[in-house]
DNA sequence: GCTTTTCCTTGACAACTGTCCAAGATTCTT
DNA sequence: AAGAATCTTGGACAGTTGTCAAGGAAAAGC
């Protein structure tokens, strides 16, 4: 009997405990398209909730407060981001067609997701200042690093040979284009941005041996 | 005689320019270090004013507003920041050498001056999303490329070879490279960034054929 | 259908923001 | 030394911020 109600119990703890995480969820996208949008220093929590269908006072239930739902948010970002490239390793069979699949995929998030990636790169850089972003971003970043690994070490087992640096140097000067490129294109210099797609198959042929 | 009164009058006024340009700078400068500090998402006028020997007030009579002020404290960034690497390249004689002090530099700067560093990624961050910061930025991040550039096509020559890559894709895969290790260097991770230490010469090898 | 729990809105709060201004303090001119 | 120009202060302003709590709306449980 005992037993019986216990798990009735525990069914409608675990329902209310999902409602509860989907709704967080739900509010966490929310937030990570206004930040998309307006930059960190400039979003306030009545902007976020005009960006959902609630008022700004629900997010206090569902947060316990502002950085609580930031962290949320970046966490969401780490779902949609880190295995973009994934695919095309998988399907990749020649080296010149990662290569090419890869520079073709880095150009297209580039400009499908500039405000998303913008939004990365002004929490990382916020953890310079706010070492309550710090865990989230390192493992983000981590994350990052390995994404782009798997790309690169795949591409030098295809050309039978090795990368030429560490994980974390491949990374950063991937991620280096990036961040230039995407200030670029933002910055509506589209020669720019041809220019960089057109040095980083050399780039990549660099980083291995 | 009106030309003594006129000549007079310019000595007066140019006397007066150059005050008001003085105490200019020298609130920028004092904004300088807040933003350092701070952030520039918590970086406020009256925090600002704290870190002067003025009253808040004052900052409306010498800038026109928040972000004429800020301008002027990034352009004396500029003026700290940009030739920082030019008489290791002068005094270099062999590639050994302007490698290892460049290294060493590299480093030193990385440690020694990591709070304006992190204001300068902030920044240049903050133009992703506002517009009227982006010409500054470019410009400042051209001067950073050709202070790169100075360096590794001196390397080139001393090793009697050419660099590998153009100079946007060398600055930014060297900045990439600072950029991490900051953010590991404010994270208190030492041991990172001594890897990356170890690696940058290997890396600026790669930059040149 | 009624009660209890969960969810959400609304308005208030104190603190903080950029901006402006009146009035005092300081410096310069004559 | 007196008057004028310049500089600086400190307070007021309107708007925004994160936070919270009282109470209504909706849903769930019985």
Known sequence: ???????????I???QVDKFEARRTELAVATLHTLAELGYARTSLREIAQN???SHGVLHYYFADKRDLITEAVRQYEAVCVTRYDEVVARATSPGQLRDEFVAMFF???SE???LHR???DLRNQSLFDSSFRADVLEIDSHREAMVWRVISRYAELRDTEPATSPATTYVTLDGIFQRALLHHL???PETVAEMRGELPG???LLVR
Do not use: G, P
């Open 119 to 121: 939004l990365w790169y």
């Open 1 to 11: 009997m005992t037993q019986v109600a216990d798990s009735k119990q525990d069914r």
């Open 13 to 15: 703890a675990r329902r």
């Open 187 to 189: 910055t509506d210099r």
């Open 108 to 110: 297209d998030t580039l």
């Open 203 to 205: 780039v990549i042929d």
């Open 52 to 54: 959902s269908e609630f």
């Open 113 to 115: 997701d500039a405000t």
